[in-house]
C-alpha cells in the first residue's frame, strides 16, 4: 500500500511515537507499505514553527533527513498538484490538509490522517 502522512503524523512518527495508534504503527512499521511525505508538510512545519506553535517545535531539516533516512519518499508538489486542490468541494479550509488531500489523489496514494474532517472527502483517505 502507498501511504502519504499528514504532518501530524509524521511529527509523531518521528517525536512521539505513543502519541500514534495502533493501526497508525502497524501501517507505518509494515515493510510492504511505501511511505511518502510531502514538501507541503516540510513547509507547513517551517510556517508554523515561526508563529511559535507548540506542537510544532521541531527542526524541520532534521525531520526530513530523519524521513529520508528512514525510508520515506518525499512527495514535491507539482501544478497538477494545485489544480487538483480546485476540484475538491469546500469541507476543509487547511490549505495544507487540502494539497495533501490533492497529492494523494493526482499519485493514486492514500492520504493517512487523524483529522476527522479530512474523512469527509471519502476516497482516498485512511483514517488512524
Known sequence: MKLLLDTHLLLWAAGAPERLSETARE???????????????????????G????DFRVDPVRLRKLLVANGYE?????SDHALAVD???????????????AQARVERVLLMTVDSQILNYGDGVVAV
Open 87 to 101: 476540484s475538491l468541494p469546500p469541507l476543509h479550509k487547511d490549505p495544507f490538509d487540502r494539497i495533501l488531500l
Open 27 to 49: 501501517l507505518i512499521l509494515d515493510s510492504g507499505n511505501t511511505l511518502y511525505f510531502s514538501s507541503a508538510s516540510i513547509w507547513e512545519i517551517v510556517i508554523k514553527k
Open 51 to 54: 508563529l511559535g506553535r507548540d
Open 74 to 78: 518525499e512527495l514535491a508538489v507539482e
